[in-house]
């Protein structure tokens, strides 16, 4: 499996594991649409990000439970008002926990090249 070529060197970073079970993601609309799920580079935003963040700008905000997808939702409304999750397989990906101040469980998946990452959601009942 491959990542896609505008990844920077070294990305994922290396404590990144393949990706196993639930996780859990902010969506702006039901159904899921493809441009639901674009990384801030891929929206061409936090250009420049450097270190780290130069790589952690590639993968998407994701997070392992509901709750803690609820709160981010809370703390970042303008992210979308729906919740949905998927069920990543090591054939889906990196995934790296990527603590924040706000939230602590937050996590950062970098999919594979290829990967059609809003056929892996559904919603999720409040």
């Known amino acids: 499996m491959m990542f896609p070529e505008e ?10 594991q393949d990706c196993s079970g639930s996780i859990y993601m902010i969506s702006e609309n039901i159904p899921v649409q493809e441009s639901n ?19 952690t700008r590639h993968g998407l905000s ?4 509901y709750e ?4 981010h ?3 970042f409304p ?3 008002e729906h919740i949905v999750s998927a069920k990543l397989e090591p054939s889906h990906g990196k995934l790296m926990e990527t603590p924040s ?3 602590p469980a937050h996590m950062t998946w970098w999919p594979y090249k290829g990967v ?10 409040s």
């Open 7 to 16: 990844l920077p060197q070294g990305c994922p970073l290396p404590a990144a």
């Open 37 to 55: 799920f674009q990384s801030q580079a891929e929206r061409g935003r936090a250009l420049a990000a450097t270190g780290d963040a130069a790589c």
């Open 62 to 65: 994701v997070f392992p439970t």
């Open 68 to 71: 803690s997808c609820a709160h």
């Open 73 to 75: 939702k809370l703390l």
């Open 78 to 80: 303008r992210l979308g």
């Open 101 to 103: 101040r706000s939230n």
């Open 116 to 125: 059609t990452r809003s056929a892996l959601f559904s919603p999720v009942e």
